[in-house]
């Protein structure tokens, strides 16, 4: 579902994320983990269309980023960490106009928008303006917004992110439901019991640079640890190689 192949950018003299090659499959739940300014929203604004590469290439679903950036977009739902959002629209007008950016028909797009609003509890406050959403709810939307059209491949920064209990336990559940539907999801967290919990797979990338991939027994084995958690994992991975 997603390759990526020797992709890098630069800034200058820095190297934000050098030569990361990764292939997911579909329905595969992947997690991304690193520390701050390891390279991972770099990463994922250049998956998304956002950021354009300093070398190498994204393909999504067999189509090139680069050359077909239209078409690989729309089997792309993004989830960022900060929600950007027209605030003097109601929630339901949001959705609308997300809707029409990707050609959904106006008989789809009610049966959908109600289906995602129920889901994330925002049913009764869709047509109320953005602004007066708390922060959560505001996640929520963005949410809604980026599953309209039925995305082969959902890239979410930081899920939970100002989410409640109740929150955090909707989009865990919706995102194994997608997943075991065929939909791929990348994800990038510091939330490391999450990504424990919930991926199938997860890379970890520090200094630009992915430095383990695989199962969380592939993880414990690269870090030579027979016991422990993710965490324990993560800082051992890490450590490692920030002392190189």
């Known amino acids: 579902m997603i390759y990526l192949k020797n992709l890098s950018k630069h800034f200058g003299n820095t190297k934000a994320v050098d030569r990361l090659n990764l292939h997911i499959l579909p329905g595969e739940i992947f997690g991304f983990i690193g520390p701050n300014g390891a390279g991972k929203t770099t990463t994922i604004l250049m998956m998304a269309g956002l950021l354009e590469p300093t070398e190498g290439s994204v393909t999504v679903d067999g189509i090139d980023m680069a050359s077909q950036p239209e078409e690989a977009k729309k089997r792309i739902g993004l989830i960022p960490d900060r929600p950007f959002l027209y605030e003097k629209l109601t929630g339901m007008e949001f959705l609308m106009f997300t809707a029409d950016l990707y050609g959904i028909n106006l008989e789809n797009f009610s049966e959908k928008a109600e289906k995602f609003l129920s889901i ?125």
């Open 120 to 244: 994330f509890s925002l049913l009764d406050r869709a047509h109320e303006l953005i602004e007066s959403y708390s922060h959560g709810m505001k996640q929520r939307l963005i949410m809604s917004a980026a599953l309209l059209h039925d995305p082969r491949l959902i890239i979410v920064d930081e899920p939970m992110v100002g989410l409640d209990p109740k929150g955090i336990k909707i989009v865990r559940n919706l995102f194994r439901e997608l997943s075991s539907n065929g939909t791929t999801i990348f994800m990038s967290t510091h939330t490391l019991k999450l990504a424990e919990d919930v991926c199938d797979r997860i890379g970890v990338i520090n200094k630009g640079s992915l430095i383990a991939t695989g199962t969380i027994s592939d993880l414990k084995e690269a870090a030579q640890i027979r016991k422990g958690d993710l965490e324990k994992v993560f800082f051992q991975l890490t450590e490692e190689k920030n002392d190189s």
